[in-house]
């Protein structure tokens, strides 16, 4: 901001929520400049008693001869009157010869088509943690609570990613109840993010994601989850290791893309938020600019894990020249960009299944940090997986026998080897006993997978991966189920 007013930019956009924050901000950049701030509201020019349209606002702003920085206050449904616009082109060569600029400052920005080339649109930071610090420090000495460092520091980073504003009723609530900061809790102020990010729709923060251990099979992902969890530390940039950038995953349905993606944060103990890129077009708001917003959000909350799940369904028809739409282009070209530039510590977990949709630019090398394949499971892989699920269902795994189930559920995949065990459950419970290996054997018998109707897609797809991806699975059996393939 201080560079485009020091340049003598006339026309400036900013996004934000906080006025008050933004306007005190202004004000201390104009002392600097020697150019004073002058809001304007049509609201202000009422209660002066003028004529309160925004053209008169500009015309104020015209007859204004001294130096000075205006900043129009939710102006923005005034753009869309023609004269409106004009009347903002026409200052511009005033505002140059003046040394003013003119700041449209609201939480919503969108400019019209003759305005945009000439507006430099600025997205407000939210507020860092030294500030956010100083902020608590404040209000905890006003409540007399005191705070010891750890509390502080636990305290700032749960609100992290908050406006100022927000961050400021968060803590207010949270030193007044006895329970809350008083005796060392801050759950409260996670409870509160998360109810405000809900708002936003775009972020999902998880709750309590899987345990890596609820993943059956898939040990060379594992192992590399392991090998790379700490790249996130210090030591690691010390050592002159990048930050983990992200992770994609790709493969048949049901295999624990999904399930592994949320495992990786509790794996590495960081914070889980599911990004909805479809719901970037719904949100009122260019896609683009949505998420722009979002990506920043999840930088300011990094170290996270940002969950993207299905992302051949959004990004399928990019580089189709009919059916991709330009806004669509601009979206993922501004997604890359983030990915591939990003410094801040959000490693994305990407998932997909159609890989033959997904934009070749997207598995460029630079993008992900790698890229796996998640077949469905083997032999191995498969009595895992059944084990991990009797355990869900408080089941002792050593009372069946796993080892011949597995062999007679070729070409399951784990969410169907799941379904054999709750399938298997309501049966004794319908017998009103528990669950024999009996149960197992004639639901597993009854169970026709998914592979016998996508039998080729998933060839294919084995056949896309050999060259482009490393198996997720450890287990040499599917060596050989690949060679035999051949
Ligand atoms: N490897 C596995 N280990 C344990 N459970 C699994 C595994 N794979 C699948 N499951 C079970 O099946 C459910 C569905 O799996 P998941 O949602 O992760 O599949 P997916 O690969 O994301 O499939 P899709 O492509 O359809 O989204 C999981 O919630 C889990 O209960
Ligand atoms: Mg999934």
Not at 55 to 81: E, K, M, Q, W, Y
Not at 191 to 198: C, G, T
Not at 299 to 318: G, H, N, R
Request: glycine share 6%.
């Amino acid at each position: 901001m201080r560079g485009y007013l020091r340049a003598g930019y006339p026309f400036l956009a900013v996004e934000s929520h906080e006025e008050e924050r933004v306007l005190e901000a202004l004000a201390a950049l104009g002392r600097e400049l020697g150019r004073p701030v002058r809001p304007i509201s049509v609201t202000a020019a009422r209660r002066k008693d003028v004529e309160h349209d925004a053209r008169t606002c500009l015309d104020a702003v015209s007859a204004h001869p001294d130096a000075a920085i205006f900043v129009l206050l939710d102006f923005h449904p005034f753009l869309g009157d023609p004269i409106v616009v004009r009347l903002v082109r026409d200052l511009r060569g005033r505002l140059e010869g003046r040394s003013q600029s003119l700041i449209f400052l609201s939480p919503h920005v969108e400019l019209p088509v003759e305005l945009e080339t000439d507006f430099v649109v600025l997205e407000w930071p939210l507020p860092d943690a030294a500030t956010l610090r100083a902020l608590l420090e404040a209000e905890a000495r006003a409540a007399r609570v005191p705070l010891d460092a750890e509390l502080a520091a636990a305290s700032v980073r749960a609100v992290q990613g908050l406006t100022f504003a927000s961050s400021r009723r968060a803590f207010r609530r949270a030193l007044g109840e006895p329970d809350g900061l008083p005796s060392g809790n801050t759950e409260g102020l996670v409870a509160e993010k998360r109810r405000i990010l809900k708002r936003t729709d775009l972020l999902e923060l998880i709750d309590t994601p899987p345990a890596l251990d609820a993943v059956g099979g898939l040990g060379a992902l594992k192992a590399w989850l392991l090998e790379r969890e700490a790249g996130f530390g210090e030591q690691a940039r010390a050592f002159g290791l990048p930050s983990p950038k992200g992770l994609l995953l790709v493969g048949v349905q049901g295999c624990g893309k999904s399930l592994s993606a949320k495992a990786v944060a509790r794996a590495w103990g960081l914070p889980l938020a599911r990004l909805d890129f479809s719901a970037l077009f719904t949100y009122g708001r260019s896609p683009e600019q949505s998420l722009r917003r979002v990506l920043r959000l999840a930088e300011t909350l990094s170290p996270i894990v940002l969950w993207l799940d299905e992302i051949d369904k959004v990004f399928k028809s990019v580089g189709e020249d009919e059916s991709g739409s330009e806004e669509l282009q601009r979206l993922f070209a501004a997604f890359i960009t983030w990915l591939q530039e990003k410094t801040a510590p959000a490693f994305v977990v990407a998932t997909a299944n159609a890989v033959d949709r997904l934009p070749p630019e997207l598995l460029r090398k630079g993008r992900f940090d790698e890229i796996f394949f998640v077949d469905l499971p083997s032999l191995a892989e498969r009595s895992d997986i059944l084990g991990i699920h009797l355990r869900a269902h408080r089941r002792d795994p050593a009372r069946y026998d796993l080892a011949e189930l597995a062999s007679s559920c070729e070409h399951m995949s784990g969410a169907e080897l799941e379904q054999i065990v709750i399938g298997g459950l309501f049966r004794a419970f319908r017998d009103g006993r528990d669950l024999t290996m009996d149960d197992l054997r004639i639901v597993a018998k009854a169970t026709v997978p998914l592979y016998r109707t996508y039998e080729d897609q998933i060839k294919a797809l084995r056949e896309w991966a050999k060259t482009r991806a490393r198996r997720a699975s450890t287990d040499h059996g599917l060596a050989e189920l690949w060679a035999g393939q051949r």
